[in-house]
Each structure stands twice: as structure tokens, then as C-alpha cells.
């Protein structure tokens, strides 16, 4: 009983996340990038062998696989967050950590750095089509 109790606290503490750590899911998930890509294989399982092969590199390592998945999707939140104030005119230049190595591993990609985006619906701006056809009726 009192292990069961123990393991119950730390899952709800989770997984303390240190800079090695973190360096260590990005260099993983760069290694794993197709299988994510492999519409054959399911991301959880994915996110099952890179949590599996973590422990190889650093014996502490103690994270579930949902965790990894967190981690994860956190960083890439903060990526986006960074990369769209910084794209913004006259906003101060934000970083956020590990800005660069995702950098590396994402580019130029537009789900992640959008070529271009628009706005004019945010403006209150309607925008008509030139070539819609009209509904008057000819004489």
C-alpha cells in the first residue's frame, strides 16, 4: 500500500526537467523526426521509443511517455509564441529557451514559420471578389 501511495506522489509531481534533459528530447526527436512523419506509424508509440531510448544516454531519466509528449509540445508553443512576436514590427526581440536547436530542426517549415499571413478580417474589412457573379436579372 505505501508504494503504491509513493508512486501516486510522484506521478503527481512529475518529471523536473534540466537543460541536459531537454537537449537530450530535441536530439532525440531529431533522430525520430520521420517516424512522426510515417502516416504508418501512430505518434504515441513514437513518443514510447523515444521516452525508451532516453534512459541509454542519461540513467536518471524517469519521465512517461505523456510527459515527453508535454515537454514537447511546450517547447514548439514557446517556439511559435517567439517567433510570432518577433514577427511583428516595433515589438522588443523575445527568445525563448532552446530557440535555436528547434530552429535548426523545424527551418523554414510554414505550419511552424508561416510565409505570409493576413489580417484584413481582423481590421472590420470586407472583402468582396471581384469576379463574384451577379444576381440581377439581365432585360
Given amino acids: 500500500m505505501l508504494r503504491r501511495s509513493v508512486e501516486a506522489v510522484e506521478r503527481r509531481k512529475g518529471f523536473w526537467w534540466g537543460r541536459e534533459d531537454t537537449l537530450m528530447l530535441i536530439s532525440q526527436y531529431r533522430e525520430h523526426e520521420k517516424l512522426f512523419r510515417n502516416v504508418n506509424c501512430k505518434k504515441k508509440s513514437v513518443w514510447e521509443l523515444i521516452t525508451a ?34 514577427s511583428i514590427s516595433g515589438n522588443d526581440r ?20 508561416p510565409y505570409a499571413t493576413t489580417q484584413a478580417a481582423a481590421l472590420g474589412r470586407r472583402i468582396t471578389c471581384a469576379l463574384r457573379p451577379s444576381h440581377k436579372k439581365k432585360s
Fill in 53 to 86: 531510448s532516453m534512459p541509454a544516454e542519461n540513467p536518471n531519466f524517469s519521465a512517461r511517455p505523456e510527459q515527453v509528449e508535454g515537454k514537447w509540445k511546450s517547447l514548439t508553443l514557446a517556439f511559435r509564441k517567439c517567433c510570432d512576436h518577433n
Fill in 94 to 113: 523575445k527568445e525563448c529557451p532552446f530557440y535555436r536547436e528547434i530552429a535548426e530542426l523545424y527551418g523554414y517549415r510554414p505550419n511552424v514559420r
